[in-house]
């Protein structure tokens, strides 16, 4: 299986400078990203001080920026550039200002560098000011030329203005600067890695808004409880209260984020690395395995029951050449690239698929039969006629197996539907969470078509699956 990815920062090709204030109606440039913090350094600091102070001041200059960046403090109040060219706000940028030979060659050197707070993930807002006309809690320019010229190292530097908990970063990767926001809108039955995110994002900014309820588990699921807090969200901030999370929703998530954590401030709470490690693989491949292949494994046999262009894979969490060939024959139904990657794009298209037959297919499909997974994963707090199918089922497997307890059919995911969730998971040798995922549902269903084997199936019904 993949390494779960990290959100972590990376150097921008381009970063998106506004000539103007935040408000000030003016253009917006594309600036490649070395080239900016070259001419910011160039309307700055003068190219006559000292080496070690120049080096300090563009490290200072490249973490203020990359923090701009990385939590897309514009962006996410609805602008559409990274980061403005004046002092007051940013930092000084002149589109057709000289660049200084020297600060264009210290920045090559460290334009993929910068500070941060120890144990922490973002760039540090290195706030900094002249130190004579102004004056700030952070870096003093002109101060930095005494204390180079006092034999002071740029990293000393920093430290004497930012303090003795930063650290340094170099080599960072490169990337090419992309929306964050989801491709297409989250909402009830989604999951991913967006998902996992925004519960991260929702349970922090709960602890400043308590109206806003706790997502119980933070597992990338767009359960009920999710779409409950993303509707409490959306109403205490003056959203569409829709449940549904599309780029306007997603945005203001984040910068609500972003003032609660106090990422845009020197004395920032910080991210710590396990709140930007994702939940799950970002693609999925040949030579992969676990739970999430069979997952998939799963939704593209169900879709091909209903389509004659590809066929069945063994259900067995191994991304196999059968694998790759099945999400080819998909891609190539969907109309996308045949890579044979289960990407989020491939994902987003093989969900949706699976929710418009789910949705479309008449009751009269299941009679004598388990339904399909109905797309939502089903847990504690969970209600419903699909709860209220499950415990059906459940009931029906406790008469064969005296290790699983008869519930109660109430439409109520509660303790004892949770417990008798266990029990199954544990007898069958799947993950005991306590969640109905498609395979825990899949499990569910063979057993109890297997039990009521005895009534005829009509040649349109679903067909089971028997997840190895």
Same mark, same amino acid.
């Given at each position: 299986?993949?390494?779960?990815?990290?959100?972590?920062?990376?150097? !921008?090709?381009?970063?998106?400078?506004?000539?103007?204030?935040?408000?000030?109606?003016?253009?917006?440039?594309?600036?490649?990203?070395?080239?900016?913090? =070259?001419?910011?350094?160039?309307?700055?600091?003068?190219? /006559?001080?000292?080496?070690? =102070?120049?080096?300090?001041?563009? &490290? =200072?200059?490249?973490?203020?920026?990359?923090?701009?960046?990385?939590?897309?403090?514009?962006?996410?109040?609805?602008?559409?550039?990274?980061?403005?060219?004046?002092?007051?706000?940013?930092?000084?940028?002149?589109?057709?200002?000289?660049? +200084?030979?020297?600060?264009?060659?210290?920045?090559?050197?460290? +334009?993929?560098?910068?500070?941060?707070?120890?144990?922490?993930?973002? !760039?540090?807002?290195?706030?900094?000011?002249?130190?004579?006309?102004?004056?700030?809690?952070?870096?003093?320019?002109?101060?930095?030329? #005494?204390?180079?010229?006092?034999?002071?190292?740029?990293?000393?530097?920093?430290?004497?203005?930012?303090?003795?908990?930063?650290?340094?970063?170099?080599?960072?990767?490169? $990337?090419?600067?992309?929306?964050?926001?989801?491709?297409?809108?989250?909402?009830?039955?989604?999951? @991913?890695?967006?998902?996992?995110?925004?519960?991260?994002?929702? %349970?922090?900014?709960?602890?400043?808004? !308590?109206?806003?309820?706790?997502?119980?588990?933070?597992?990338?699921?767009?359960?009920?409880? /999710?779409?409950?807090?993303?509707?409490?969200?959306?109403?205490?901030?003056?959203?569409?209260?829709?449940?549904?999370?599309?780029?306007?929703?997603?945005?203001?998530?984040?910068?609500?984020?972003?003032?609660?954590?106090?990422?845009?401030?020197?004395?920032?709470?910080?991210?710590?690395?396990?709140?930007?490690?994702?939940?799950?693989?970002?693609?999925?491949?040949?030579?992969?395995?676990?739970?999430?292949? $069979?997952?998939?494994?799963?939704?593209?046999?169900?879709?091909?029951?209903?389509?004659?262009?590809?066929?069945?894979?063994?259900?067995?969490?191994?991304?196999?050449?059968?694998?790759?060939?099945?999400?080819?024959?998909?891609?190539?139904?969907?109309?996308?690239?045949?890579?044979? &990657?289960?990407?989020?794009?491939?994902?987003? =298209?093989?969900?949706?698929?699976?929710?418009?037959?789910?949705?479309?297919?008449?009751?009269?499909?299941?009679?004598?039969?388990?339904?399909?997974?109905?797309?939502?994963?089903?847990?504690?707090?969970?209600?419903?006629?699909?709860?209220?199918?499950?415990?059906?089922?459940?009931?029906?497997?406790?008469?064969?197996?005296?290790?699983?307890?008869?519930? #109660?059919?109430?439409?109520?995911? @509660?303790? %004892?539907?949770?417990?008798?969730?266990?029990?199954?998971?544990?007898?069958?040798?799947?993950?005991?969470?306590?969640?109905?995922?498609?395979?825990?549902?899949?499990?569910? #269903?063979?057993?109890?078509?297997?039990?009521?084997? @005895?009534?005829?199936?009509?040649?349109?019904?679903? !067909?089971?699956?028997?997840?190895?």
């Amino acid at each position: 299986m993949n390494q779960l990815p990290m959100l972590l920062p990376t150097i !921008p090709q381009a970063i998106v400078v506004h000539l103007g204030g935040q408000d000030e109606e003016a253009p917006n440039i594309e600036v490649g990203f070395i080239d900016y913090i =070259a001419n910011v350094a160039s309307n700055e600091i003068y190219p /006559t001080w000292p080496e070690n =102070a120049l080096i300090a001041n563009v &490290i =200072a200059q490249t973490s203020f920026a990359l923090n701009r960046v990385y939590t897309e403090y514009y962006r996410s109040k609805g602008y559409d550039y990274d980061i403005t060219s004046t002092g007051a706000m940013d930092q000084t940028y002149d589109p057709g200002g000289s660049v +200084f030979e020297n600060l264009e060659q210290i920045t090559e050197r460290y +334009f993929n560098s910068y500070i941060r707070r120890k144990g922490k993930v973002e !760039p540090l807002y290195a706030v900094y000011c002249d130190g004579v006309r102004t004056v700030c809690d952070g870096l003093s320019q002109t101060g930095t030329v #005494a204390l180079a010229n006092q034999g002071l190292s740029p990293f000393e530097i920093l430290q004497y203005y930012y303090g003795e908990d930063i650290e340094f970063v170099d080599n960072v990767s490169i $990337s090419t600067p992309e929306d964050t926001a989801p491709t297409i809108p989250l909402r009830l039955g989604y999951s @991913g890695n967006d998902v996992y995110i925004l519960q991260r994002r929702l %349970n922090r900014i709960s602890a400043n808004y !308590p109206s806003i309820p706790k997502i119980p588990i933070e597992d990338g699921i767009f359960g009920n409880e /999710t779409e409950n807090a993303v509707k409490e969200f959306q109403s205490v901030f003056g959203l569409q209260v829709d449940g549904i999370v599309g780029n306007a929703t997603w945005y203001e998530v984040r910068e609500k984020y972003n003032a609660v954590k106090k990422l845009n401030e020197l004395l920032s709470e910080g991210l710590n690395y396990d709140e930007v490690t994702l939940q799950f693989p970002e693609n999925l491949s040949f030579g992969d395995s676990g739970v999430y292949v $069979s997952i998939i494994q799963y939704y593209l046999n169900f879709v091909s029951a209903f389509t004659t262009d590809f066929s069945d894979v063994p259900i067995n969490g191994r991304f196999d050449e059968a694998t790759v060939e099945q999400v080819k024959d998909f891609q190539a139904f969907a109309g996308l690239p045949q890579s044979g &990657i289960m990407d989020e794009v491939t994902w987003n =298209a093989l969900y949706n698929e699976y929710r418009g037959i789910i949705l479309s297919l008449p009751p009269s499909s299941f009679e004598g039969i388990a339904r399909p997974f109905p797309g939502i994963v089903l847990r504690i707090g969970s209600t419903g006629q699909d709860v209220r199918d499950l415990q059906e089922y459940i009931n029906v497997l406790a008469g064969s197996y005296a290790q699983i307890p008869e519930i #109660a059919v109430d439409g109520i995911f @509660g303790e %004892n539907t949770r417990d008798a969730v266990y029990a199954i998971q544990s007898l069958f040798g799947l993950t005991v969470d306590g969640s109905v995922d498609s395979i825990t549902w899949a499990k569910i #269903a063979d057993e109890y078509n297997t039990i009521l084997a @005895g009534q005829v199936r009509a040649d349109d019904q679903f !067909p089971g699956y028997t997840v190895n």
